[in-house]
């Protein structure tokens, strides 16, 4: 079993940054992909960042040069950083965790999830 945890999430005002964190323990894999996704009231669960094993990167095109994903000291924590969010970033964010050597952006290529983590961004 893979128990995957999000820590970090808050209220912040719209221009100002905050960092995600989620670390992954249980069942390890030799090599895994780590993603984060988010999903706001009445959405589908979207696409945020993704980091491969090897450190290949994948962002969607909202959070490009604004949010960079990046490996802890220890592989299996990965930290999002979130920098001049808006209020449309509003979302429960979840990290996502799979056996893989690619960088899935799909969330039906993930088979473990944390429970999520709020953030709110206000004016």
Known sequence: ??????????????????????????????YYAMGWFRQAPGKEREFVAAISWSDNFAYADSVKGRFTISRGNAKNRVNLQMNSLKLEDTAIYY?????????????????????????????
């Open 1 to 30: 079993q893979v128990q995957v945890v999000e820590s970090g999430g808050g209220l912040v005002q719209a221009g100002a940054s905050l960092t995600l964190s989620c670390a992954t323990s249980g069942r390890t894999f030799s």
């Open 95 to 123: 990290c996502a965790v799979e056996r893989t050597r690619l960088v899935p952006t799909n969330p039906e290529d993930y088979d473990y999830w944390g429970q999520g983590t709020q953030v709110t961004v206000s004016s």
